[in-house]
Nanobody, 123 residues
Framework: QVQLVESGGGLVQAGGSLRLSCAAS????????MGWYRQAPGKQRELVAV???????NYADSVKGRFTISRNNAKNTVYLQMNSLKPEDTAVYYC?????????????????WGQGTQVTVSS
């Protein structure tokens, strides 16, 4: 199986910065896209940023210019640098990875999620 472990959430004042990390481990042959999603209370989970194995990135309009996604393929780790944080960025942030995994019958592609990390931005 595959585990995604997130870290780096916390409480920060508006205008501050946080860096989230997510490390994938398990029977991983390779990882395609990795991304960050968030879910605020009473709202649906939404895409924040995604990065392909080749380094192409895509961001939600609400975070463009403030957040930067990056990854270390050798460590199966994805990062989210969040600057100029706003109260509306408050949410639980989830890591996602599209992994090619080894099974007893061959290989298959599955989508995995981390447990989530709370980010709270005070005004």
């Amino acid at each position: 199986q595959v585990q995604l472990v997130e870290s780096g959430g916390g409480l920060v004042q508006a205008g501050g910065s946080l860096r989230l990390s997510c490390a994938a481990s398990g029977s991983i042959f390779s990882i395609n896209a990795m991304g960050w999603y968030r879910q605020a209370p009473g709202k649906q989970r939404e895409l924040v940023a995604v990065i392909t194995s080749g380094g192409s990135t895509n961001y939600a309009d609400s975070v463009k210019g403030r957040f930067t996604i990056s990854r270390n393929n050798a460590k199966n780790t994805v990062y989210l640098q969040m600057n100029s944080l706003k109260p509306e960025d408050t949410a639980v942030y989830y890591c996602n990875a599209d992994c090619l995994v080894a099974t007893s019958w061959g290989f298959e592609t599955n989508d995995y999620w981390g447990q989530g990390t709370q980010v709270t931005v005070s005004s």
